[in-house]
């Protein structure tokens, strides 16, 4: 049984960080495509980061330079650092894991972040 779990998220101040974390299990997790995406409230879901199996990335333009995301193949984790958040950043983050060749796409149940003073 696939699982992605998300944690980490939670209500900040804007200019604060979080960091979300997303532990797999029931795929090999080194041969899947991984990424974040996010729901605003009445906003279609987004691409925020994604991180590829060769460990390349690419990121939302709305994002660059403020979040990092990276994965540790061993422990089947894939984490997103968030520096500088915005109130624009309020969304449900969820984990996506994706293997084209193989025709999988899984997501996690997601984690909500709100940035609010």
């Known amino acids: 049984q696939v699982q992605l779990v998300e944690s980490g998220g939670g209500l900040v101040q804007p200019g604060g960080s979080l960091r979300l974390s997303c532990a797999a299990s029931g795929i090999t997790f080194r041969i899947y495509d991984m990424g974040w995406y996010r729901q605003a409230p009445g906003k279609q879901r987004e691409l925020v980061a994604r991180?590829?199996?060769?460990?390349?990335?690419n990121y939302a333009d709305s994002v660059k330079d403020r979040f990092t995301i990276s994965r540790d193949n061993a422990k089947s984790t894939l984490w997103l650092q968030m520096n500088s958040l915005k109130p624009e950043d309020t969304a449900v983050y969820y984990c996506?894991?994706?293997?084209?060749?193989?025709?999988?796409?899984?997501w996690g149940q997601g984690t909500q972040v709100t940035v609010s003073s």
């Open positions: 991180i590829f199996s060769d460990s390349s990335t």
């Open positions: 996506n894991a994706q293997n084209m060749r193989l025709g999988f796409n899984y």
